[in-house]
């Protein structure tokens, strides 16, 4: 009798154990698809409705929507409604982390990372900066900080001094940049290829500009000022 009972809790325990592991196992699945990844590094830039998720992302509305369902589901985002709008924002900072995490777990030990992230950004480039060797220049006041993300991301939160003309924009407003001062250009992060364009942009022009090696989304996990208008 004592035995059954013991095998009785051993069988309990092990299925306790089994949707312990299954619930940590939702978040992954959450995670395991690539246009969900990729509404979570919108999202890291700051509060979105459905639909601009969904022209950013380059799906219709009932896809968008399914994909942002799975994510809450998984409490990986929170809602608020306005009206009959629904915004969508990360569920905490931590969210933001491990999407950048699994980016560098991912980069350090899946073959498939570096040839796909020069097919979609081009070769990696010597003259980029780090946010330190940034800050340090910032500090001097010897360059511009260009913001190249949409208007809107820029208005949830940008890197203090830092002017935001969109990359769409830039060619018609590239005056609006001092012609004698280094341009340091970033955007959402460091697989963003807005930034990358910018750059080339400037240089074809004629003016000296360098990147930012990562973006916003690392600015704010780096607990580094921001600004919103």
């Given at each position: ?100 995490q699994l980016r560098r777990v991912a980069a350090r030990h899946q073959a498939a990372v570096a040839p796909a992230r020069t097919a979609y950004l081009g ?107």
């Amino acid at each position: 009798m004592e035995k059954a009972r013991n095998q009785v809790g051993a069988t309990a325990d092990r299925t306790a154990k089994s949707e312990l592991y299954e619930a940590f196992a939702a978040t992954g699945k959450a995670l395991s698809n690539g246009k969900r990844l990729e509404l979570l590094d919108l999202l890291a830039q700051g509060e979105r409705t459905v639909e601009a998720l969904a022209r950013t992302a380059g799906l219709n509305l009932t896809t968008a929507s399914a994909h942002l369902q799975t994510l809450k589901q998984a409490g990986l985002v929170a809602t608020r409604r306005d009206g009959v709008r629904i915004h969508y924002r990360l569920a905490g900072d931590d969210v933001a982390a491990l999407y950048d995490q699994l980016r560098r777990v991912a980069a350090r030990h899946q073959a498939a990372v570096a040839p796909a992230r020069t097919a979609y950004l081009g070769p990696e480039e010597d003259d980029t900066l780090t946010r330190d060797e940034m800050r340090t220049l910032l500090a001097t006041g010897r360059v511009v900080t260009l913001d190249v993300r949409p208007a809107e991301e820029y208005a949830a939160g940008h890197i203090p001094g830092a002017l935001s003309i969109p990359v769409e924009e830039l060619a018609d407003r590239i005056g609006e940049l001092p012609a004698d001062t280094e341009v340091v250009v970033y955007c959402r992060g460091a697989y963003c290829a807005l930034a990358h364009d910018a750059v080339r942009l400037l240089r074809a022009r004629g003016r000296r500009a360098l990147r930012l090696d990562d973006g916003m989304l690392e600015w704010r996990l780096a607990e580094l000022p921001v600004d919103a208008a």
